[in-house]
């Protein structure tokens, strides 16, 4: 059973059934919430250690986003990303806004089966709600989504590379067989952190 920690990349919402209809010569503003941005706050030192695994996405970011609509061109959009240290360090909430989605995605590190967890929290998208799972390795993080669109049930797999104090890149790859082949997803990005 999977807790309510976890989460991962934002652009899984695009991938999994919410995608832009067509590129518009004026891009909608980024939708922000009502609320200022939560304070950063800090990992917990008593947490599981593979809660510094995430260390590297805490902060604000400028994100430029890269994506390419069912038989359509593909076009760049801006979007910003607050991400958090919730529930007194151990847990990690990711606030994205942009244009066409404004959502949360939780992460939570699981110490039995060894691995992160989590959900992706867009509401007003289509199949909102949607579980993950992450694995960190010495150079990239994986996060992989579960969904379903009008294909069926599939899995986004998010791989983030490049990481840096100040910048990483994520692509996408689609499954349509449980993850025993993998295709090229819609979208990939740049992210930078702001100020940076």
């Known amino acids: ?9 934002l652009l899984s919402v695009l991938a ?4 832009p209809a067509l590129a518009q010569n004026t ?9 200022p941005d939560s304070p950063i706050g800090t990992r917990n030192p008593a947490g599981p250690a593979q809660l510094a695994e995430f260390d590297f996405v805490i902060g604000d970011w400028d994100v430029s986003i890269t994506f390419t609509p069912p038989n359509g061109q593909a076009f760049t ?3 910003r990303w607050h991400n958090h240290w919730i529930l007194d360090g151990l847990a990690v909430m990711q606030e994205w806004r942009g244009p066409y989605a404004t959502g949360a995605e939780f992460r939570g590190y699981n110490l039995r089966e060894g691995h992160w967890e ?13 579980p993950t799972t992450a694995l960190r ?4 993080m994986v996060v992989t989504i579960e969904g379903i669109d009008a294909e069926g049930p599939m899995l986004n797999r998010e791989t983030y590379t490049d990481i840096t104090a100040d910048s990483f890149r994520m692509y996408s790859e689609i499954s349509r067989d449980e993850g025993v082949s993998w295709e090229t997803g819609r ?10």
């Open 137 to 140: 390795s010495d150079e990239a």
């Open 16 to 19: 999994l059934g919410a995608a």
């Open 187 to 196: 979208y990939s990005m740049m992210v930078v952190r702001r100020g940076g």
């Open 118 to 130: 989590g959900y992706n929290i867009y509401p007003t998208l289509p199949n909102g709600w949607r």
């Open 77 to 79: 959009y801006d979007a």
């Open 1 to 9: 059973m999977k807790t309510l920690f976890a989460a991962a990349s």
């Open 27 to 35: 891009m909608p503003p980024i939708q922000y919430q009502p609320d």
